[in-house]
């Protein structure tokens, strides 16, 4: 089966501050990738996605850094607001088909 | 509000009862997906209908059986559970064609006592 692991469960930061939520998978021809967060109470949410033939995506306050070699994904949150503590999942997708595969997510808290 | 309703929000039920989970998708979309997401764990795929046709079931146990009597609609039905099926119970849907990814509901939070 697929491996999609979060280097830490719990991330704490400043209002204001800028997160990185980091994301590892293993299969080396998985070509697609989403950021989710889910607030509680709430189901996963679409932040963004990224496919293998970019290494960098921005969008509003979010960009997703991909790198390939060490089939890692990282999420960076700009400035940083209340409203964005939730856990976080990646999720990739080989392309063989429409599943995905979810990382155990990362619980991100902001401190005002 | 997502595209993807699911009822109900809250559900206890016993061990001997039956009962089903409802899930709607309004976005026109061509393959739906049940959930499960238990504490700590990756979201784990239970069944998948692309197109009404069931096409994957990963050894989910007999006690849960899904139903999709049409693309916009899907049922999981539940009978003799056990308490470790206490989780939140998450439907999504997808354009298969469309190469993205889901948009999921906002579940059904599960207590087996």
């Known amino acids: 089966g697929e491996s999609v692991g979060l280097h830490l469960p719990t991330l704490s930061v400043q209002e204001g501050d800028n997160s990185i939520i980091n994301c590892a998978y293993s299969?080396?021809?998985?070509?697609?990738f989403i950021w989710y967060k889910q607030e509680s109470g709430k189901g996963p949410q679409f932040i963004i996605d990224i496919r293998s033939n970019m290494d960098k995506r921005q969008g509003q306050r979010v960009t997703v850094l991909l790198n390939k070699t060490v089939k890692h994904l990282s999420l960076q949150i700009a400035a940083t607001q209340p409203g964005d503590s939730a856990v976080y999942f990646c999720?990739?997708?080989?392309?063989?088909?429409?599943?995905?595969?979810f990382g155990t997510g990362t619980s991100l808290t902001v401190i005002p | 509000e997502t595209g993807v309703t699911q009822t109900p929000r809250h559900l206890v039920m016993g061990m001997t009862n039956k009962k089903s989970l409802k899930c709607e998708q309004h976005?026109?979309?061509?393959?739906m997906y049940w959930y499960k997401q238990s504490a700590k764990k990756p979201l784990e795929l239970m069944f998948v209908?692309?197109?009404?046709?069931?096409?994957e079931n990963n050894s989910v146990p007999s006690r849960f059986s899904p139903e999709c009597p049409n693309s916009s609609h899907l049922f999981l039905h539940l009978h003799t559970l056990q308490p470790e099926d206490s989780a939140l119970y998450l439907c999504?849907?997808?354009?298969?064609?469309?190469?993205?990814?889901?948009?999921f509901g906002s579940g059904t939070r599960l207590t087996v006592v």
């Open positions: 299969n080396s021809a998985s070509d697609y």
């Open positions: 976005l026109g979309h061509n393959a």
């Open positions: 999504a849907s997808s354009q298969v064609q469309d190469g993205y990814g889901y948009t």
């Open positions: 999720a990739e997708n080989d392309g063989s088909g429409n599943q995905f595969y």
């Open positions: 209908y692309s197109l009404e046709e069931r096409v």
